[in-house]
């Protein structure tokens, strides 16, 4: 039986991203309302910022993981390029998928947040 590379980042490393995406969500919910935009509209700003990202990677990740061999192949093939693989691609939009997933829990909270102080 052969062993197949995940196509994933560490859990250390989702975590990590999870934890800046959260920060980051809740601070640009809280930038937003600094600058006068009204908590509804922050938070729906911000929410859709981190839903776009984590959309976008999850999209390039599903699509990394189904093609990523042939055009691993594709590319050593037209360009010489032998540094790219399925694997590191697959890691590298996990980590922007658990960013996004973490601005948009993190927007939330602020929003609860903000809610409740004002």
């Not at 360009?79 to 939330?108: N, R």
Request: no cysteine; proline share 1%.
């Amino acid at each position: 039986m052969t062993e197949r590379a995940a196509a994933w980042a560490p859990v250390r490393q989702l975590g990590a991203a999870l934890g800046i995406g959260v920060v980051a969500g809740a601070l640009l919910a809280f930038g937003f309302v600094t600058t006068g935009s009204s908590v509804h509209v922050a938070s729906e700003t911000a929410f859709s910022i981190g839903a776009l990202v984590f959309g976008f990677a999850i999209a390039v990740w599903a699509t990394t993981v189904w093609i990523g061999d042939a055009f691993a192949a594709y590319l050593e093939i037209a360009v010489g390029d032998t540094e790219w693989s399925k694997q590191s691609a697959g890691a590298a939009f996990s980590l922007l998928s658990a960013l996004g997933l973490g601005a948009m829990v993190g927007s939330s909270l602020a929003t609860a947040l903000l809610r409740l102080l004002g």
